[in-house]
Nanobody
């Protein structure tokens, strides 16, 4: 199983970024996919999750600003982030929970700063 994130970077407050996570080595379309983030000195937290059927759920602080989606033929999950705030600064990780085991990508840094 391999998860490779991309799309992070430096953005000003109020800006947007789209993160991508390409999965390989497993039947991507069969599993829920999630995005987590970890800010310095804080625990890793769930940002958004999308089931194999396309149902989504979000952390309260991201509702209305972030959108998770998936493209199964491309084995890719996306996180569209709008109206970014400095407190969104973190390393963002892609996650696949497969047979009770959590697989993680290497993470991509998102920095929101003037």
């Amino acid at each position: 199983v391999q998860l490779v994130e991309s799309g992070g970077g430096l953005v000003q407050p109020g800006g947007s970024l789209r993160l991508s996570c390409a999965g390989s080595g497993f039947f991507f379309s069969r599993y829920a996919m999630s995005w987590y983030r970890q800010a310095p000195g804080k625990q890793r937290e769930l940002v958004a999750r999308i089931t194999s059927g396309g149902n989504t759920n979000y952390a309260d602080s991201e509702k209305g600003r972030f959108t998770i989606s998936r493209d199964n033929p491309k084995n890719t999950v996306y996180l569209q982030m709008d109206s970014l705030k400095p407190e969104d600064t973190a390393v963002y990780y892609c996650n696949a929970a497969i047979l009770s085991y959590n697989y993680w990508g290497q993470g991509t840094q998102v920095t929101v700063s003037p």
